[in-house]
T-cell receptor, first 114, second 112 residues
């Protein structure tokens, strides 16, 4: 079975650009999460979908970050406009719904904003 | 605010020693505590987890000790191996949903 696939693995953007990160969850999983990882903060939740419905949109990230789930097997995270402080690793994870299920993470997209 | 805190930020042990990674939390509603292990260039992967009704969970060389009253838990890695060198994240969730709140992570280095 394929795991969580994230593309691209690396992205370099100029300040002010719009970038779109992509995620394909594990087939059959109902929950999808976007996290941002930095050394200082660790993993911070950006968005949480259940069965394609947005359940949580991380408050501090609302203004320039928008996650969408176009269908059950594809999600995007748009950052518009990018700022240097957005440089981080963006992780997508999926899981089965209902209860304490394991989150399966993709390898992440490393974003550098110049 | 950081609802899940980990210490130390980094830890170095010799091969064969026991590594102890600490975690504390603030939200009394948290009742499920997984630890995730992450190697460079990869996403985190579930290592071991405990529910708040238990005070200990063991899986091979990995043991979680949980103190509900003090809102603290720790991950003990006995007989540490160089292959255990990774970043370890403590996480927490409540109410049976899958949304995890993560700590900042502890970077473990095991020296041969």
């Amino acid at each position: 079975d394929a795991g969580v696939t994230q593309t691209p693995r690396h992205e370099v953007a100029e300040k002010g650009q719009t970038i779109i990160l992509k995620c394909e969850p594990v087939s059959g999983h109902n929950d999808l999460f976007w996290y941002r990882q930095t050394k200082i903060q660790g993993l911070e939740l950006l968005s949480y979908f259940r069965s394609k419905s947005l359940m949580e949109d991380g408050g501090a990230f609302k203004d320039r970050f928008k996650a969408e789930m176009l269908n059950s097997s594809f999600s995007t995270l748009k950052i518009q406009p990018t700022e240097p402080k957005d440089s981080a690793v963006y992780l997508c994870a999926s899981s089965l719904a209902h209860g304490e299920n394991t989150l399966y993470f993709g390898a992440g997209t490393r974003l550098s904003v110049l | 605010q950081q609802q899940v805190r980990q210490s130390p930020q980094s830890l170095t042990v010799w091969e064969g020693e026991t590594a102890i990674l600490n975690c504390s939390y603030e939200n009394s509603a948290f009742d499920y505590f997984p630890w995730y292990q992450q190697f460079p260039g990869e996403g985190p992967a579930l290592l071991i987890a405990i529910r708040s009704v238990s005070d200990k969970k063991e899986d091979g060389r990995f043991t979680i000790f949980f103190n509900k009253r003090e809102k603290k838990l720790s991950l003990h890695i006995t007989d540490s191996q160089p292959g255990d060198s990774a970043t370890y994240f403590c996480a927490a969730s409540d109410g049976g949903n899958n949304k995890l709140t993560f700590g900042q992570g502890t970077v473990l280095s095991v020296i041969p």
